[in-house]
């Protein structure tokens, strides 16, 4: 009774002898008593060694070969109408988002001057056919007096310089009816373009449309010379757009007529709309960048077109669509980590000409490698095609506690830009 009742009074007695302890002297028990704790956990607790290398399984799902890419809203068809004739502008009829039907007027041109050359032409076709009249005349008299002096000159009641004095009319007459003829073709000619100009003071719509821009204002002089002055730019129809996107070299090999594209646009930033690829074209833009004197690159881009429906009038040309054409689409195929494709030992100097992958058997096994082929290449996982590589296999993506946690291998995939 009395052992049960000192093991009780010990803490207490402990205490109070800690107590009257100096502040130094109180630290410095703590810091034993704290290190023979944490020697005594050590002990009966020692810390489980960190797997030397990390791996992920391997596994079937789906993957898609998305190429991304950008490019503007635009009608179909759009034409820039101008003026072909030069003057004053009187009068606009249109306005921005104007509809208009074909031969609908859209602007006039002080007619004017070209009213008055128009009456000069006439007058001088008037005249041209006067003269061609009287040379029509002249010709058929200066035939029938050459026919005549003939007969006579045969019975020889004329000398043949007679004869000869209406020949040579009848050859001058026939001279002057060439030349009347001429005249009156120039005349015609010249009234036909002095018209075709009078007609061009009036601007006209070439088809059904709607007005995109209106470049010009009442009161403008144009000077016609060897381009065409631009006045309006007519779209035909809105309801029917399109989008001409850039796509690089690299993936526009992909991209087949017919595929569908998806976009989105900053002005619905909550919707996906839908469109078809029309066309992939064969010209070609070539850019190059530099970051120094020394280095320099150079990127090619083709124009893939894609129809849009714009029924519901939501886009509005000049809009920048962001687009996602799903080049392919592969249902239940083996998939790795991409990390896994990066991977190489850090022990590892061998350098490979094929891709591979790093297989570890069990936790306790070293690493092995093995060669693959591999296909659609996504933005976190990649197709494998070919090589003895099954579901469920674990393949490592990284080494823990090394230098070098990577190590590119040649002839491996390397996945971004701007695919997945």
Do not use: H
């Not at 006439?122 to 050459?146: D, Q």
């Amino acid at each position: 009774m009395k052992k049960i009742t000192s093991i009780f009074k010990f803490p207490v007695v402990c205490w109070k002898w800690f107590k009257r302890l100096g502040l130094f002297k109180k630290i410095l028990l703590l810091a034993v008593l704290a290190g023979a704790v944490w020697y005594a956990w050590t002990l009966l607790f020692p810390a489980k060694e960190a797997p030397r290398f990390q791996t992920v399984r391997v596994k079937k799902g789906d993957i898609a070969d998305i190429v991304e890419a950008s490019g503007p809203l635009a009608p179909i068809t759009t034409t820039q109408v101008g003026a072909l004739v030069s003057g004053e502008i009187l009068k606009i009829y249109v306005d921005y988002n104007t509809p208009v039907k074909k031969g609908d007027l859209m602007a006039v041109i002080d007619p004017t001057q070209i009213q008055a050359d128009y009456d000069q032409a006439v007058a001088s076709l008037s005249s041209a056919t006067e003269s061609l009249e009287s040379a029509k005349m002249a010709y058929n008299l200066a035939v029938l007096n050459r026919d005549r002096y003939r007969d006579l000159f045969a019975k020889d009641y004329v000398s043949k310089s007679s004869l000869e004095e209406y020949e040579l009319a009848y050859v001058n007459a026939k001279s002057s009816l060439n030349s009347a003829e001429s005249a009156v073709i120039q005349a015609q000619a010249r009234l036909d373009s002095a018209k075709k100009d009078l007609d061009n003071t009036r601007i006209v719509a070439p088809y059904d449309g709607i007005v995109l821009t209106k470049i010009v204002s009442e009161g403008q002089s144009l000077t016609s010379g060897y381009s065409t002055p631009e006045m309006f730019t007519l779209a035909q129809d809105l309801t029917k757009m399109q989008i001409e996107a850039k796509v690089s070299e690299a993936d526009v090999v992909k991209i087949k007529e017919g595929l569908q594209a998806e976009f989105t646009l900053d002005g619905y930033p909550d919707e996906k709309f839908v469109g078809t690829v029309r066309q992939v074209r064969t010209n070609y833009s070539a850019s190059s960048s530099s970051s120094s004197s020394s280095n320099s690159s150079s990127s090619t881009t083709y124009t893939v077109v894609i129809d849009v429906d714009n029924t519901e009038g939501k886009f509005m040309p000049g809009m920048t669509a962001t687009i996602t054409i799903k080049a392919q689409d592969k249902k239940d195929v083996l998939l790795v980590a991409n990390e896994a494709l990066r991977f190489s030992p850090s022990n590892n100097q061998q350098k490979y000409e094929t891709t591979g992958l790093w297989v570890l058997d069990n936790p306790q096994a070293e690493p092995r490698r093995v060669g693959v082929r591999v296909g659609i290449i996504g933005t976190t996982e990649t197709e494998v095609t070919e090589g003895e590589i099954k579901e469920g296999d674990r393949v490592i993506v990284r080494e823990s506690g090394s230098a070098a946690l990577t190590m590119a291998v040649p002839g491996r995939p390397r996945p971004g830009g701007r695919r997945r």
